[in-house]
């Protein structure tokens, strides 16, 4: 019994101490307070390294990653703390919101004549098409009902993604395919 409690202590005290750095990470958002650290970074490079890492956390019977280029360079200047951050935030929302199983996440890399784009994309039902619109506002939520599994999203994930791929000269968009 003893070690149940413990492990049960040590995972809130884990929720806690992520909760925290959230909410930090966001106060420094409000503030217009958040610096970036912009370097020269080959965003293939920094994706398959995330990947690599976060492929270790999961059955892969559960979740199954491709990652796919063009065969072009994607050398770019940005953050790449903010980049991981940003994946983090789209992959961790994938996990929650779509029931595919086992869940596919594909990542596609190209460059076009207005510049690097990265296209990040799952198996799950989508988001209903006038919810679109507002996917990358703050605070906003689709319908909980529509995740029975996990409804403790508090709507900044993907208004952190915006707002940092913004703060990186970059641009978002979400569409249903």
């Known amino acids: 019994k003893q070690s149940r409690y413990l492990s049960i202590a040590y995972r809130r005290t884990c ?51 491709s990652v796919e280029t063009d065969g072009g360079t994607f050398l770019s200047d940005l ?16 996990l929650k919101y779509a029931p595919g199983h086992p869940l596919l996440l594909q990542l596609r890399l190209f460059c076009l004549s207005d510049g690097l784009h990265l296209v990040f994309s799952d198996n799950g039902p989508g988001v ?15 319908d909980p009902s529509r995740s029975t599994r996990h409804a403790d999203g508090n709507g900044l994930g993907l208004f952190i993604v915006r707002y940092l791929t913004e703060a990186m000269h970059g641009s978002i968009t979400a569409r249903n395919d």
Do not use: C
Request: net charge negative; proline share 4%.
């Open 15 to 65: 929720e806690m101490e992520s909760l925290l750095h959230r909410l930090l990470f966001y106060s420094r958002l409000g503030s217009r307070n958040l610096s970036l650290n912009i370097q020269t970074v080959d965003l293939e490079d920094l994706v398959q390294i995330f990947f690599a890492d976060r492929i270790a956390d999961w059955d892969p019977e559960s979740v199954q990653v």
């Open 79 to 94: 953050d790449s703390e903010q980049i991981t951050r940003i994946l983090n935030n789209l992959t961790d929302n994938a």
């Open 128 to 142: 209903p098409t006038d919810a679109l619109p507002h996917l990358f506002e703050e605070f906003w939520r689709a």
